[in-house]
């Protein structure tokens, strides 16, 4: 069983939709929970970090982590164009780490 | 800050042949990680180095593979020797703890062995 689960979609929404992506984790000693965006032919950039339980917010974006459920997900409001990239969740315990396979998010103008 | 710089960004190569991956990392950073992509396996660490040590290399795949941190402002990843199967895209990355939260990925150098 792997660390993280991604589902690796492709995901294709319109400009304008609410865009939900979730990971799954088996466990529960991850306490630091991250995720990366990765436009085509770019590195990873950190988006957003959260640590242990509850919701962070930045603008569009919203990142949930539950605990009890080993369940993160990221929102993302008012989609825009410029969003359509993989998008990969990424779990730690400060001193093990694991990348999700990413999600390919494409938003139609 | 230019950012993790990483040479060359794209490589061809034939099968057998040595090559060798070039990083720079932020200054100022005190880990520094490689990381292999593939759509199959998705991102994979390779190994990661702390203040020029290196710490956790169990995800080199095979002998083929070293990695060496000499100083605080380069690393190198090399492969001897090379086969198809290491066709990938190859990022270091560098940051500040374990966390994830100050890691800064380079642009990665994409790898064809032929």
């Known amino acids: 069983q792997k660390e993280v689960e991604q589902d690796p979609g492709p995901l294709s929404v319109p400009e304008g939709a609410i865009v939900s992506l979730n990971c799954t984790y088996s466990?529960?000693?991850?306490?630091?929970f991250m995720w990366y965006r990765q436009y085509s032919r770019k590195g990873p950039e950190l988006l957003m970090y959260?640590?242990?339980?509850g919701n962070k917010e930045d603008g569009r974006f919203t990142a949930q982590v539950d605990k009890s459920s080993k369940y993160i997900s990221l929102f993302i409001r008012d989609s825009q164009p410029s969003d359509s990239a993989t998008y990969l969740c990424?779990?730690?315990?400060?001193?093990?780490?694991?990348f999700g396979t990413g999600t390919s998010l494409t938003v139609i103008p | 800050d230019a950012g993790v710089i990483q040479s060359p960004r794209h490589e061809v190569t034939e099968m057998g042949q040595e090559v060798t991956l070039r990083c720079k990392p932020i200054s100022g950073h005190d880990y520094l990680f490689w990381y292999r992509q593939t759509m199959m396996r998705g991102l994979e660490l390779l190994i990661y180095?702390?203040?020029?040590?290196?710490?956790?290399d169990s995800g080199m795949p095979e002998d083929r593979f070293s990695a060496k941190m000499p100083n605080a402002s380069f690393s190198t990843l090399k492969i001897q020797p090379s086969e198809p199967r290491d066709s990938a895209v190859y990022f270091c990355a560098s940051g500040l703890g374990l966390a994830g939260a100050e890691w800064d990925f380079g642009p990665g150098t994409r790898l064809t062995v032929t």
């Open positions: 180095f702390n203040n020029n040590v290196p710490i956790d």
């Open positions: 990424a779990i730690s315990t400060g001193n093990q780490f694991y």
């Open positions: 959260t640590y242990s339980s």
């Open positions: 466990n529960s000693a991850f306490q630091y």
